[in-house]
């Protein structure tokens, strides 16, 4: 066994000994004084301690304590009623702090023992018993979170156990303070009897075996009594307040001194309102003003004072944070922040300030968020978080949209104007600058405000610069919302999916298609505007046809057929009939002949003279109908669909390509137009 191990168990040892064995007096005065430093030393380390943790050993620190004390007062009960006397710490206590009179000494005695028993004891017996019952309460949360962090990677094994371990000792502590809170209480009780005893059988053997007078018994053994209660109430009174102080500590970073400073004087405007009503009680009262008037410039100084140091953090706290970027600038993992890429970026110049700025009216982040929505109701996807920024080497009235760090449009905007769109026929009285509208490219005049009532009643349709950004920026949205949706985003609509559907998604995921299968459909459905916001119907579709192929085109299509209804509304309304541009019997025969497989799928390998004729009359078909006001939609048969729309996707993206499995029956279809070879 080591040293420190023999002494703990000498001294545990050497307690018991003292209740049997007679102790000398000199001897009782340092093991008193030994009881009151060890006393101290408890309560300081309980008010430094950041949690209850770090103390530990207090339960058993208590039980120690209190045995030691009891065996104390037994040592002083033998020395009081068997000699009359118990060493100078007893005398000078009894006759000290009474300061003479035996009956003030008895009531701070029993004040102690009230404020121990009943105030301080009692609160913390509650609080720890209230700690343990919720520790173990909220012991199986804990466990299931740091699995959780554990399984996410957040945490290693290592770690893990140690914060299994803390959650088992917290818990044990806190059983543990709970019954050590008893002998505190018990304590109390035994310093009362032992006081009577100590009392009344000194009394009692002073006149009866010392042949003491009356009055000379009476003080003298009533100042020992006291002593010895005083001199045994005081170390209990502090291990009692510590014992207090580590129950109701909650963890922080610092101890209890740093936590009263950060916290309790955090307001100095609160100390000079204090220091005001201090200052009229001495003018409105009885209270002399030479009172209060002291204590209140104390406040007021030591408010000034506080505040001058949270001025002063606050300004290190800026001067730190400025330091810690120009560091990270300069530290060579920075350069890793400058490969991130925003999905979607608007930038504009400084003149559209107010564009951004809500408190100079703008909406454009309100709009945002409408757009955001719209999207997902429309497409039935999750657009990203546009970031917004102002760049300085952008013209003050232009800006820019960018898709993945790429400009994909922009435009001028001015904002003190309306951009007025011609309803197809000029009115020379309508004077303006003119411009493109920067979403369909049509041809537009940026009117003033004195212009725009009588532009609207030409019929030219009017807007102003918000909503000319709103409509860009949603056209461009929808055009390359494909190139928005990544395997991760794929990941997110499938999770959300699986909430409502787990058999459906686990029925289909792993097994029978990966994620980046499912994210090439959905590429390709979003490429041509078809909204995959029904991802039930998408989802059974594929569980019905990916066993049988795992070609992404081929499954696109079997989605396309089964959202037949979907598209039908799309591009018809209810009972209007679907003007459309036929492919010709002698094409369709071609481009079937044409198609050619391999191990990667089928594709197209048309000859270039027969793919410029198609070119050629397709585009005089689709101008003939945009110059009729209509929109060109081409039809042909469900065999050779998309393989059509891969040839006319290069020049004509925007044309719509569909089948006549995508229609349903009760669709009336008008050709206005063939496209043959």
Known sequence: MKT????????????????????????????????????????????????????????????????????????????????????????????????????????????????????????????????????????????????????????????????????????????AMDGASKFVKGDA????????????????????????????????????????????????????????????????????????????????????????????????????????????????????????????????????????????????ESVINLLQIDPIEFEFGYGLIPLADTQQGGDLLDRIIMIRRQCALELGLVVPVIRIRDNIQLKPNEYVIKIKGNVVGGGELLLNHYLAMSPGFDDDSITGIETLEPAFGLPALWIDELTKERAELSGYTVVDP?????????????????????????????????????????????SVLAVGDIQKVFVKLLREKISIRDMVTIFETLADYGTYTKDPDVLTEYVRQALSRQITQQFTSQGETLRVITVGPNLEKKIAESVQQSEQGSYLALDPVSTQSMYQKMNEQVNRLLQMGQQPIVLTSPAIRMYLRQVIERTMQDIPVLSYSELEPNVEIQSVGVVNL
């Open 466 to 510: 918000p909503s000319v950004v709103a409509t860009h920026l949603t056209e461009l949205i929808k055009k390359h919302c494909h190139e928005l949706l990544g395997r991760q985003e794929t990941r997110a609509l499938i999770d959300n999916l699986r909430e409502n559907y787990p058999v459906l998604v686990d029925d289909l995921i792993p």
């Open 4 to 175: 420190k191990d023999l002494v703990v168990l000498a001294g545990v040892i050497g307690i018991i000994m003292m209740m049997i064995l007679p102790i000398p007096t000199w001897l009782l005065d340092v093991l008193l004084i030994v009881n009151i430093s060890l006393a101290m030393i408890i309560l300081l380390i309980a008010m430094n301690t950041k949690e209850a943790l770090e103390f530990s050993i207090f339960p058993a620190m208590l039980l120690i304590t209190t045995l030691f004390r009891l065996a104390l007062n037994i040592s002083t009960t033998k020395l009081i009623l068997g000699q009359g006397d118990a060493g100078s710490v007893v005398a000078t206590f009894g006759s000290w702090i009474a300061g003479g009179q035996i009956a003030i000494g008895f009531v701070v005695f029993l004040i102690l023992v009230v404020v121990q028993f009943i105030v301080i004891t009692k609160g913390s017996e509650r609080v720890a018993e209230v700690g343990a019952r919720f520790t173990l309460d909220a012991m199986p949360g804990k466990q299931m979170s740091i699995d959780a962090d554990l399984n996410a990677g957040l945490i290693n094994e290592h770690q893990a156990r140690e914060r299994r371990s803390k959650i088992e000792r917290e818990a044990d502590f806190y059983g």
């Open 189 to 332: 009780i035994a310093s009362i009897i032992i006081l009577l005893i100590n009392l009344i059988g000194g009394f009692i053997i002073g006149m009866t075996v010392h042949g003491m007078p009356f009055a000379e018994a009476l003080s003298t053994y009533s100042v020992l009594t006291i002593g010895d209660g005083l001199v045994s109430q005081i170390p209990a009174l502090l291990i009692s307040t510590a014992a207090g102080l580590i129950v109701t500590r909650a963890s922080s970073e610092g101890n209890l001194a740093d936590d009263i400073t950060a916290q309790l004087f955090s307001y100095p405007k609160l100390l000079y309102i204090v220091a005001g009503v201090i200052t009229l009680l001495g003018i409105f009262t009885p209270i002399h003003f030479l009172t209060t008037f002291p204590l209140a410039i104390l406040l007021v100084f030591a408010a000034r004072k506080m505040q001058s140091n949270l001025d002063l953090k606050v300004v290190e706290a800026e001067q730190q944070q400025e330091e810690q970027q120009i560091e990270e600038v300069r530290s060579p």
